[in-house]
Nanobody, 123 residues
Framework: VQLQAFGGGLVQAGGSLRLSCAAS????????MGWFRQAPGKEREFLAA????????HYGDSVKGRFTISRDNAKNTVNLQMNSLKPEDTAVYYC?????????????????WGQGTLVTVSS
């Protein structure tokens, strides 16, 4: 599967952004999808994942209550709604796909990656 993330940009602290990830392939609905981010000098951080089938979700502690992941299997997209953004949310954001029904919270657990989209939150 090929992934393309978009929707990043510059936003002020407290604002919102919606990232989307478009996936190719007819079996999108059978992948668990995740979002990660990586800031300069830091490790890739798990943000959220949504399981195929029942769309069960899981969030990283740093974004719980602020970010919401969703998927549209008919459109082969997964979205990340980001609210109450903070300067520390500044990073390159990646979507990823996992060929499994379980959720993984570390990056080696994902098989395919998008190219990343930059989110910059100004103070």
């Amino acid at each position: 599967v090929q992934l393309q993330a978009f929707g990043g940009g510059l936003v002020q602290a407290g604002g919102s952004l919606r990232l989307s990830c478009a996936a190719s392939g007819r079996t999108f609905s059978t992948y668990t999808m995740g979002w990660f981010r990586q800031a300069p000098g830091k490790e890739r951080e798990f943000l959220a994942a949504i399981r195929w089938g029942d769309s069960n979700t899981h969030y990283g502690d740093s974004v719980k209550g602020r970010f919401t992941i969703s998927r549209d299997n008919a459109k082969n997209t997964v979205n990340l709604q980001m609210n109450s953004l903070k300067p520390e949310d500044t990073a390159v954001y990646y979507c990823a796909a996992r060929w499994a029904s379980s959720i993984a919270t570390t990056w080696p657990g994902y098989d395919y990656w998008g190219q990343g989209t930059l989110v910059t939150v100004s103070s």
